[in-house]
């Protein structure tokens, strides 16, 4: 015969409680002497009791579940995001389910029904593209009560929280470092340019350009989709331009994966012939020959603090109903990669990290989030970015 369920009721029997006092210590809902609280977790403990969610998500109103939707699950950068938020969520007591949308619109549309049918009680959302700009199953959702959060990616026209990075800044910072190792013909590969952080990081290279006297040339501008063979294919007619560049900029790290398989089978050299920066900075960065120079985005972070803030909603520590922006600070990381064709008159000389401090943004109640403490990495996640 199967044991039956261990109910709330047998735990208020082994301690000697009340069922009210069992339900405060389950909730921390009310005051409970340390001596009760010790016996009531004892038998907890002793009897494996596990409480029905489900029943108490009803009377209170909470699943205490966090739907986080990304973009691809492929790209190492979004592993880090998850694991700061799980670890986050996790601090707080809530569950954290994740989804993976590959950057179409429609299963993003599919996953936020799923998540407003499944009564979590927030969403924290790396949005994919949509050619016309569609956010209405964003709105619904936010209209249903349950807040979202955009990390990395904000939708165009709503005033939601987020939390990002300083893509112009970064981009600019990173190109204008090339101009100063001598490079005047600069190649980009972008990400779809229906995304704000794509076109950010665009209008960050045309800056450095531009500052420094440089006209943009059409031919060296290409849109790609933050995958890996679009950085395959497009890094190849680069390279195989009749007047080729003699640096490339590749606006994620996926994308670069691909400008190095193409390097690899047209025969340049890196940094000799071509020199490649990228922003996002790999886990395996050192692994390539030579070592890769780029933007280091701050992932374990931005999902932390992404969770931070939407907890911060859901537990009303967060009053104004003004939207919060969270920007946070990102690294050049100068290696080997754009270590050739040095300027021989003027060269610019950089130190081998180069931080780039968030600009300014907006913000709800003032110092909401403004200035964390740094968050503190686990073990195993401070080895993956490392």
């Keep these: 015969m199967m044991d039956t369920m261990v109910s709330i009721r047998d735990v208020a029997k082994r301690a000697g409680v009340s069922v009210g006092t069992v339900s405060n210590v389950l909730s921390e809902s009310a005051s409970v002497s340390a001596e009760r609280r010790a016996r009531v977790l004892a038998a907890i403990e002793t009897l494996d009791y596990h409480p029905n969610y489900i029943a108490r998500s009803l009377k209170a109103r909470s699943t205490k579940t966090l739907g986080l939707i990304i973009s691809d699950i492929t790209n190492p950068f979004f592993p880090l995001v998850v694991r700061g938020a799980e670890d986050c969520a996790f601090s707080h007591g809530y569950l954290l389910i ?56 904000i939708p165009p ?48 290279y045309l800056a450095a350009l531009r500052e420094a006297g440089i006209e943009p040339e059409p031919d060296l501008i290409l849109e790609g989709n933050f995958r890996q063979d679009t950085g395959y294919r497009l890094g190849k007619d680069l390279l195989l331009l009749h007047n080729r560049p003699t640096a490339l900029f590749v606006c994620n790290g996926m994308m670069t994966v691909g400008v190095i398989q193409a390097l690899e089978e047209t025969g340049f050299r890196c940094p000799a012939d071509v020199a490649v920066a990228s922003f996002d900075d790999l886990p395996f960065s050192d692994a390539f020959q030579p070592h890769l120079t780029s933007v280091d985005q701050p992932a374990y972070r931005m999902g932390y603090e992404g969770a931070q803030l939407l907890v911060g909603r859901l537990q009303g520590k967060i009053k104004s109903r003004k939207r919060v922006a969270v920007r946070l600070a990102l690294e050049l990381k100068i290696r080997s990669s754009t270590g050739g064709n040095r300027s021989t008159e003027g060269g610019m000389e950089f130190a081998p990290v180069v931080r780039v401090p968030p600009a300014g943004f907006e913000t709800g109640p003032p110092g909401v989030l403004r200035d964390q403490k740094p968050v503190k990495k686990p073990a195993a996640a401070e080895k993956a970015q490392a």
């Design 157 to 204: 026209g709503m005033a939601l929280d987020s939390v990002s990075v300083d893509n112009v800044a970064g981009a600019q910072l990173c190109v204008r470092h090339m101009v100063g190792r001598g490079h005047r013909r600069i190649g980009i590969i972008t990400g779809k340019l229906t995304l704000q952080t794509a076109r950010d990081r665009l209008e960050g």
């Design 98 to 153: 994740t989804f993976n949308t590959d950057d179409q619109i429609e299963r993003e549309k599919q996953v936020l029904s799923v998540l407003r049918s499944r009564r979590v009680d927030g969403v924290l959302l790396v949005v994919a593209p949509s050619p016309d700009g569609d956010v209405s199953h964003i709105r619904k959702t936010v209209e249903c009560g349950i807040p979202i959060v955009c990390l990395d990616r």
